[in-house]
Protein backbone atom coordinates (compact mmCIF):
# COMPACT_ATOMS: atom_id res chain seq x y z
CA UNK A 1 0.00 0.00 0.00
CA UNK A 2 1.75 2.61 -1.54
CA UNK A 3 -0.23 5.34 0.97
CA UNK A 4 1.02 3.56 3.90
CA UNK A 5 5.16 2.86 2.53
CA UNK A 6 5.51 6.99 1.99
CA UNK A 7 4.38 7.77 5.65
CA UNK A 8 6.88 5.06 7.66
CA UNK A 9 9.30 6.65 4.82
CA UNK A 10 8.36 10.12 6.07
CA UNK A 11 7.52 9.70 9.50
CA UNK A 12 8.51 6.36 10.85
CA UNK A 13 12.65 6.48 13.00
CA UNK A 14 14.40 3.27 12.95
CA UNK A 15 15.59 2.64 16.36
CA UNK A 16 17.84 -0.35 15.57
CA UNK A 17 18.43 -2.84 12.60
CA UNK A 18 15.38 -4.38 14.31
CA UNK A 19 12.77 -1.81 15.42
CA UNK A 20 11.02 0.35 13.61
CA UNK A 21 9.01 3.72 15.81
CA UNK A 22 5.57 4.57 14.43
CA UNK A 23 4.31 6.88 17.05
CA UNK A 24 3.05 9.02 14.74
CA UNK A 25 0.42 7.48 13.59
CA UNK A 26 0.19 3.97 14.46
CA UNK A 27 1.46 3.67 18.08
CA UNK A 28 0.40 6.77 19.74
CA UNK A 29 -0.82 9.24 17.97
CA UNK A 30 -3.11 8.09 14.95
CA UNK A 31 -3.48 9.26 11.92
CA UNK A 32 -7.68 8.48 11.11
CA UNK A 33 -7.59 9.76 7.33
CA UNK A 34 -4.44 7.15 7.19
CA UNK A 35 -6.39 4.34 9.27
CA UNK A 36 -9.88 4.85 6.98
CA UNK A 37 -7.58 4.06 4.21
CA UNK A 38 -6.06 1.06 5.51
CA UNK A 39 -9.83 -0.40 6.48
CA UNK A 40 -10.87 -0.11 3.29
CA UNK A 41 -7.76 -1.79 1.73
CA UNK A 42 -8.04 -4.76 4.21
CA UNK A 43 -11.87 -4.91 3.13
CA UNK A 44 -10.80 -4.59 -0.85
CA UNK A 45 -7.88 -7.69 -0.11
CA UNK A 46 -10.34 -9.84 2.09
CA UNK A 47 -13.97 -8.95 0.07
CA UNK A 48 -16.31 -12.62 -0.52
CA UNK A 49 -14.51 -14.24 2.41
CA UNK A 50 -18.19 -13.76 4.22
CA UNK A 51 -16.78 -12.39 7.52
CA UNK A 52 -18.73 -11.33 10.68
CA UNK A 53 -16.05 -10.78 12.96
CA UNK A 54 -12.78 -8.80 13.49
CA UNK A 55 -10.74 -9.73 16.13
CA UNK A 56 -7.69 -7.53 17.39
CA UNK A 57 -5.64 -7.38 20.36
CA UNK A 58 -4.99 -4.35 22.34
CA UNK A 59 -3.88 -1.23 22.21
CA UNK A 60 -2.50 -0.61 18.68
CA UNK A 61 -4.92 -2.98 16.48
CA UNK A 62 -7.45 -1.53 17.63
CA UNK A 63 -7.24 1.23 15.57
CA UNK A 64 -7.04 -0.10 11.93
CA UNK A 65 -9.31 -3.09 12.90
CA UNK A 66 -12.06 -0.43 13.77
CA UNK A 67 -12.05 0.94 10.20
CA UNK A 68 -11.42 -2.09 8.37
CA UNK A 69 -14.98 -3.70 10.89
CA UNK A 70 -16.31 0.12 9.54
CA UNK A 71 -15.98 -0.90 5.71
CA UNK A 72 -16.61 -4.63 5.95
CA UNK A 73 -19.81 -4.15 8.52
CA UNK A 74 -18.46 -6.24 11.60
CA UNK A 75 -18.19 -5.75 14.94
CA UNK A 76 -14.87 -5.52 16.45
CA UNK A 77 -13.49 -7.65 19.09
CA UNK A 78 -9.76 -6.85 20.77
CA UNK A 79 -8.36 -9.57 22.73
CA UNK A 80 -8.07 -8.11 26.50
CA UNK A 81 -4.17 -8.45 27.92
CA UNK A 82 -5.00 -7.52 31.52
CA UNK A 83 -7.85 -8.85 34.12
CA UNK A 84 -10.68 -6.53 33.77
CA UNK A 85 -13.23 -5.96 36.48
CA UNK A 86 -16.00 -6.83 34.44
CA UNK A 87 -14.40 -9.20 32.08
CA UNK A 88 -14.15 -12.09 34.87
CA UNK A 89 -14.82 -15.85 33.88
CA UNK A 90 -16.59 -17.06 30.51
CA UNK A 91 -13.52 -16.22 28.59
CA UNK A 92 -11.19 -17.81 26.13
CA UNK A 93 -7.26 -17.16 26.73
CA UNK A 94 -4.19 -17.63 25.57
CA UNK A 95 -0.80 -17.13 26.68
CA UNK A 96 1.33 -14.58 24.40
CA UNK A 97 4.84 -14.15 25.04
CA UNK A 98 7.03 -11.16 23.51
CA UNK A 99 10.33 -11.43 22.75
CA UNK A 100 10.76 -7.56 22.34
CA UNK A 101 9.41 -7.04 25.80
CA UNK A 102 10.06 -10.40 27.55
CA UNK A 103 6.80 -10.74 29.03
CA UNK A 104 3.87 -13.05 29.14
CA UNK A 105 0.51 -11.88 28.90
CA UNK A 106 -2.58 -14.01 29.06
CA UNK A 107 -5.07 -12.54 26.36
CA UNK A 108 -8.51 -13.07 26.94
CA UNK A 109 -11.76 -12.84 24.74
CA UNK A 110 -15.53 -13.01 26.27
CA UNK A 111 -17.17 -16.08 24.75
CA UNK A 112 -20.29 -13.93 24.21
CA UNK A 113 -18.29 -12.42 21.50
CA UNK A 114 -16.83 -15.33 19.91
CA UNK A 115 -19.42 -18.02 18.25
CA UNK A 116 -18.99 -21.15 16.53
CA UNK A 117 -20.58 -20.29 13.27
CA UNK A 118 -18.15 -17.16 12.75
CA UNK A 119 -15.77 -16.20 10.29
CA UNK A 120 -13.13 -14.55 11.90
CA UNK A 121 -10.74 -11.63 10.43
CA UNK A 122 -7.80 -11.20 12.63
CA UNK A 123 -6.00 -7.40 12.94
CA UNK A 124 -2.70 -6.11 14.14
CA UNK A 125 -0.51 -3.43 13.38
CA UNK A 126 2.75 -5.17 13.82
CA UNK A 127 3.72 -8.62 12.44
CA UNK A 128 6.85 -9.65 14.54
CA UNK A 129 7.62 -13.21 16.17
CA UNK A 130 3.95 -13.63 15.69
CA UNK A 131 3.18 -14.80 19.33
CA UNK A 132 0.11 -12.28 19.40
CA UNK A 133 -1.27 -13.40 16.11
CA UNK A 134 -0.40 -17.60 17.36
CA UNK A 135 -2.57 -16.27 20.89
CA UNK A 136 -5.29 -15.11 18.66
CA UNK A 137 -5.51 -18.03 16.63
CA UNK A 138 -5.85 -20.43 19.62
CA UNK A 139 -8.49 -18.10 20.88
CA UNK A 140 -10.42 -18.61 17.37
CA UNK A 141 -9.91 -22.58 17.90
CA UNK A 142 -10.85 -22.73 21.59
CA UNK A 143 -14.22 -20.68 20.22
CA UNK A 144 -14.06 -23.43 17.22
CA UNK A 145 -14.43 -20.51 14.45
CA UNK A 146 -13.16 -20.36 11.49
CA UNK A 147 -10.12 -18.04 10.31
CA UNK A 148 -10.94 -15.86 7.25
CA UNK A 149 -6.77 -14.66 7.42
CA UNK A 150 -4.74 -12.28 8.89
CA UNK A 151 -4.45 -8.14 7.64
CA UNK A 152 -1.29 -7.16 9.06
CA UNK A 153 -0.70 -2.77 9.15
CA UNK A 154 3.32 -3.87 8.86
CA UNK A 155 5.03 -6.74 8.94
CA UNK A 156 8.78 -7.07 9.73
CA UNK A 157 9.88 -9.90 7.10
CA UNK A 158 13.40 -10.71 8.82
CA UNK A 159 11.48 -12.39 11.93
CA UNK A 160 9.92 -15.22 11.74
CA UNK A 161 6.25 -14.88 12.21
CA UNK A 162 5.00 -14.38 8.87
CA UNK A 163 6.42 -17.07 7.19
CA UNK A 164 5.72 -19.40 10.24
CA UNK A 165 2.26 -18.30 10.36
CA UNK A 166 1.75 -19.09 6.30
CA UNK A 167 3.36 -22.37 6.81
CA UNK A 168 0.59 -23.34 8.83
CA UNK A 169 -1.71 -22.43 5.53
CA UNK A 170 -2.86 -19.19 7.00
CA UNK A 171 -3.66 -16.63 4.54
CA UNK A 172 -1.64 -13.52 5.52
CA UNK A 173 -2.08 -10.15 4.00
CA UNK A 174 0.52 -7.54 5.47
CA UNK A 175 0.11 -3.71 3.85
CA UNK A 176 3.81 -2.82 4.41
CA UNK A 177 6.20 -5.79 4.04
CA UNK A 178 9.76 -4.12 5.75
CA UNK A 179 13.08 -6.21 5.16
CA UNK A 180 15.68 -4.71 6.44
CA UNK A 181 16.34 -1.78 8.56
CA UNK A 182 19.97 -2.10 8.33
CA UNK A 183 21.91 0.90 8.47
CA UNK A 184 19.13 3.31 9.47
CA UNK A 185 17.21 2.74 5.79
CA UNK A 186 13.84 1.40 5.87
CA UNK A 187 13.50 -1.33 3.26
CA UNK A 188 10.67 -2.59 1.44
CA UNK A 189 9.70 -6.25 0.00
CA UNK A 190 8.58 -5.87 -3.60
CA UNK A 191 4.54 -6.41 -4.32
CA UNK A 192 2.39 -7.01 -6.81
CA UNK A 193 1.86 -3.74 -7.63
CA UNK A 194 -1.46 -4.29 -8.01
CA UNK A 195 -1.81 -4.19 -4.30
P1 LIG B 1 4.85 -10.58 17.98
O1 LIG B 1 3.49 -10.50 18.57
O2 LIG B 1 4.81 -10.51 16.47
O3 LIG B 1 5.63 -11.79 18.44
O4 LIG B 1 5.64 -9.31 18.42
P2 LIG B 1 6.68 -9.04 19.60
O5 LIG B 1 6.40 -9.92 20.76
O6 LIG B 1 8.04 -9.02 19.00
O7 LIG B 1 6.20 -7.56 19.91
C1 LIG B 1 5.59 -7.15 21.10
C2 LIG B 1 5.01 -5.78 20.95
O8 LIG B 1 5.93 -4.92 20.23
C3 LIG B 1 3.73 -5.71 20.16
O9 LIG B 1 3.02 -4.60 20.61
C4 LIG B 1 4.22 -5.44 18.74
O10 LIG B 1 3.21 -4.86 17.95
C5 LIG B 1 5.32 -4.48 19.01
N1 LIG B 1 6.38 -4.42 18.00
C6 LIG B 1 7.17 -5.44 17.56
N2 LIG B 1 8.09 -4.96 16.71
C7 LIG B 1 7.88 -3.62 16.61
C8 LIG B 1 8.51 -2.58 15.87
O11 LIG B 1 9.48 -2.76 15.13
N3 LIG B 1 8.01 -1.32 16.05
C9 LIG B 1 6.95 -1.07 16.86
N4 LIG B 1 6.53 0.19 16.92
N5 LIG B 1 6.33 -2.02 17.57
C10 LIG B 1 6.80 -3.29 17.43
P3 LIG B 1 2.23 -4.55 21.99
O12 LIG B 1 3.09 -4.86 23.14
O13 LIG B 1 1.04 -5.44 21.83
O14 LIG B 1 1.88 -3.04 22.08
P4 LIG B 1 0.60 -2.19 21.73
O15 LIG B 1 -0.26 -2.94 20.74
O16 LIG B 1 -0.10 -1.99 23.02
O17 LIG B 1 1.15 -0.95 21.11
Redesign the pocket.
Known amino acids: MEQLKNKIVDEGTVLSD??????SF??HQIDPELMQEIGKEFTRRFEGEKITKILS?????IAPATMAGLYLGVPVIFAR?RKSLTLTDHLYSST??????KESNEISVSKDFLKKDDVVLLI??????????HGLVDIINKAEAKLAGVGIVIE?GF?A?GAEIREQGIRVESLAIVDSLENGEIRFRDEDPAQ
Open positions: TVLKVDLNIESSGKVYSFTKDDFLANGQAVKQG
